[in-house]
């Protein structure tokens, strides 16, 4: 067997197969990216989202107790 080193692929080199589609994989990273942004986006504002939910239905809860009393004025 010839030992022939210039013939020899670097040795960063790594077989791939070839891309049909070079824009299928760029909307892939694209949307992989969309999801990552929205699922940090997501959790980020999750405990505001929250607060803000409690104090509605707590606000709501006086309101309404409010009123009940406003109309039951015995």
Not at 53 to 69: H, M, S
Request: aromatic share 14%.
């Amino acid at each position: 067997m010839n030992h022939e080193p210039h013939r020899l692929p670097p040795l960063d080199y790594v077989p791939t197969a070839p891309v049909h589609k070079p824009r299928r994989s760029v909307r892939r990273a694209v949307r992989a990216g969309l999801c990552a942004a929205a699922a940090l986006t997501a959790g980020f504002f999750a405990p505001f989202i929250m607060a803000a939910g409690i104090g509605i239905v707590v606000a709501w809860l006086a309101f309404c107790r409010l009123f009940y009393w406003w109309q039951n004025d015995d």
